[in-house]
């Protein structure tokens, strides 16, 4: 019993070591950055922003609100034997991240779906991948105007309609924040590991990719999709800024996407070899 404990554990280590060297090999951590630059720099992308600005920070406000009402004395008096005197500080820091981490949850299934499907689409139109957009939406010529304004009806949507298994899982691993440090960190990779390839979601319909699929795309980038959505994660976690972040790292989501697919196109026609290479690379 002992040695199959052992080898269990072995190989678990193997599997997180083997996920983290190709986490740092893949930089996919850094598109979240890249989205954050490419966002701000290009203001046809800030439409969709800008038109559920109100209602999203409506609903955090809320959320704030409740949280700090009903959450901050029992987690307060639970911090108060791990950080000490610090507790109170320490509290209003956590209640203000899980409020903006809630409030990303919730909008995103309520809320602002719409508007991550047009940047998502917009940023792809943006990087010359319109004829990949075109096939579950209409796209307008270059001469309607800016990548958004290109974008018309679709065809259908990509994401679940709203069920209560994020916000579940969210209280489930919400008690991993009462531990310093360590568990914030632990909270974080386990949001991350499914906020990564969630990120593809978009992407994955306009490939017409099914469930098996996209589970063998997904494997194949094991490392990258956690670093990708560790990143995103973190910047979703800041307080206000929250919303902001979703934009953008959908934005960093479809840059991605158009890399993979620039990376195809080069390897069409070439070798079997170079072939292999970019579908590695990708």
């Known amino acids: 019993m002992a040695d199959k404990i052992t080898s269990t554990?072995?190989?678990?280590?193997?599997?997180?070591?083997?996920?983290?060297?190709?986490?740092?090999?893949?930089?996919?951590?850094?598109?979240?950055?890249?989205?954050?630059?490419?966002?701000?720099?290009?203001?046809?992308?800030?439409?969709?922003?800008?038109?559920?600005?109100?209602?999203?920070?409506?609903?955090?406000l809320g959320i704030?609100?409740?949280?700090?009402?009903?959450?901050?004395?029992?987690?307060?008096?639970?911090?108060?034997?791990?950080?000490?005197?610090?507790?109170?500080?320490?509290?209003?820091?956590?209640?203000?991240?899980?409020?903006?981490?809630?409030?990303?949850?919730?909008?995103?299934?309520?809320?602002?779906?719409?508007?991550?499907?047009?940047?998502?689409?917009?940023?792809?139109?943006?990087?010359?991948?319109?004829p990949l957009v075109e096939r579950q939406r209409q796209v307008k010529s270059s001469s309607a105007g800016d990548s958004i304004a290109r974008l018309g009806k679709l065809m259908g949507?990509?994401?679940?309609?709203?069920?209560?298994?994020?916000?579940?899982?969210?209280?489930?691993?919400?008690?991993?924040?009462?531990?310093?440090?360590v568990g914030t960190v632990i909270f974080v990779l386990l949001q991350g590991r499914r906020t990564g390839p969630n990120a593809h979601s978009r992407y994955y319909q306009l490939k017409n990719m099914d469930a098996a699929q996209r589970e063998k795309f997904q494997e194949a980038r094991k490392g990258a999709y956690t670093s990708f959505g560790v990143a995103s994660v973190v910047l979703e976690m800041v307080p206000v800024a929250g919303i902001l972040f979703a934009f953008t790292n959908t934005t960093a989501a479809a840059l991605w996407a158009a890399d993979i697919e620039q990376a195809n196109e080069k390897a069409e026609g070439s070798s079997p070899e170079l072939r292999d290479q970019a579908k590695k690379a990708s």
């Open 157 to 181: 949507k990509p994401f679940a309609k709203f069920t209560p298994t994020a916000i579940i899982r969210y209280f489930m691993y919400l008690p991993l924040n009462f531990i310093p440090v």
């Open 9 to 60: 554990a072995k190989a678990e280590a193997r599997d997180i070591s083997a996920t983290a060297q190709e986490a740092v090999k893949s930089a996919a951590y850094l598109y979240p950055l890249k989205g954050i630059a490419f966002f701000l720099s290009h203001r046809p992308l800030w439409s969709p922003l800008l038109s559920k600005l109100a209602p999203t920070l409506t609903l955090g």
């Open 64 to 130: 704030t609100t409740f949280m700090f009402a009903f959450t901050y004395l029992p987690q307060v008096a639970v911090l108060f034997f791990t950080s000490g005197p610090l507790a109170a500080i320490t509290t209003v820091l956590l209640v203000l991240s899980e409020s903006s981490t809630l409030t990303m949850v919730l909008s995103k299934a309520l809320l602002i779906e719409d508007a991550l499907i047009d940047t998502f689409d917009g940023t792809l139109v943006a990087r010359g991948q319109a």
